[in-house]
């Protein structure tokens, strides 16, 4: 019997039929994995699928045997992701802002090639992308690259930051003037990805949304700058106290909540935030913010039952700001 070109790949193909067919609800019997063979052009017989499974066990493959008068068989039990887990890999891509309506769907259709085709299938059902807020920045895969290259080989990087005009335009800020800064560290917060550099020219530490960068370039040789500042630098401090990642003056203030806002307290400033009991009904906390009208629109989303105590030029800016809204009405 003359032997088919791709007999040599045959344990690769067996490999591939249980990966993409088979799971612990989806048995394949001796005779649907010589079937599925042949569709590759590889001959084999009963008894060499048994030898097969055999070797690929012994290499390390999680191949289980059930056996069932209803029709048993064999399927690929360990995996890389659990379902669940291929799930919230999916949603998380579906929630992510900062990439495209293509690049979602290119992950996706990757994630679901982790999983049997029956299990994807489950996969495609929860996928809804179309309708979802996304970012218009194609580029965003290859900058994120470049930023973390630039922070691996400590060189500073240029880019045109771009914002929305009345056209829905992604337009360069500054007339197109590249900004140049020392990059540092990358971070989601509020579904959006966030480089987290050091600015040269006013030598303090800003934020710049990844997908609102352009044409951006590695300055090779150009050693980074801000070391000093990023020694003592808590990334996630810095996201809690930057309201919406908007800048502005950083101050320590102290807030008065009600008991009920506890949990909002904690989610914002986290479990270690300093708290004190004020009276029966209140408690005050004392944080670093970075005073601006992001903050203002936090502390007023939470009604009556938050008020800012101290300083005093804080809660006067505070009610210059209310009077500024409620003058518009």
Avoid at 122 to 146: C, F, G, M, P, W
Avoid at 148 to 168: G, M, P, T, V
Avoid at 293 to 318: D, N
């Amino acid at each position: 019997m003359a032997k088919s070109p791709n007999q040599k790949l045959k344990l690769l193909y067996l490999v591939k039929i249980l990966t993409e067919q088979s799971d612990e609800n989806h048995c394949l019997s001796a005779q649907a994995l010589i079937d599925g063979l042949a569709a590759y052009d590889i001959k084999a017989e009963r008894k060499s699928i048994y030898d097969d499974i055999a070797q690929l066990n012994d290499f390390g493959y999680d191949i289980v045997l059930v056996k069932s008068k209803s029709g048993g068989g064999y399927y690929l039990a360990d995996r890389e992701f659990e379902l669940a887990e291929l799930k919230l890999l999916v949603e998380t891509v579906q929630a992510s802002r900062f990439l495209t309506v293509k690049k979602s769907r290119e992950l996706i259709g990757k994630i679901e090639k982790l999983a049997s085709k029956a299990e994807a299938g489950q996969l495609q059902r929860q996928v809804y992308v179309a309708n979802r807020i996304k970012t218009a920045n194609e580029s965003i895969y290859y900058i994120v690259d470049d930023i973390h290259r630039a922070i691996q080989d400590n060189d500073q990087i240029s880019f045109q930051y771009l914002e929305w005009n009345l056209a829905k335009e992604l337009v360069p800020r500054r007339d197109g003037r590249r900004y140049r800064v020392s990059p540092w560290a990358l971070t989601c917060k509020d579904e959006n990805y966030y480089l987290i550099a050091h600015d040269g020219e006013e030598d303090k530490i800003k934020h710049f949304r990844v997908d609102k960068m352009g044409k951006i370039e590695i300055l090779s040789g150009t050693k980074r700058e801000g070391a000093a500042l990023f020694e003592r630098f808590d990334i996630a401090d810095y996201a809690n106290k930057t309201f919406g990642m908007y800048g502005g003056r950083e101050e320590t203030v102290t807030l008065e909540f009600e008991n009920r806002l506890i949990g909002v307290v904690i989610d914002r400033f986290g479990k270690d935030v300093p708290m004190r009991q004020r009276d029966d009904e209140h408690f005050t906390v004392r944080v670093k913010v970075a005073v601006s009208g992001q903050f203002f629109g936090w502390i007023t989303g939470l009604g009556a039952g938050a008020c800012i105590v101290s300083p005093k030029e804080v809660t006067e800016a505070y009610q210059a700001h209310l009077q500024a809204v409620l003058a518009q009405y």
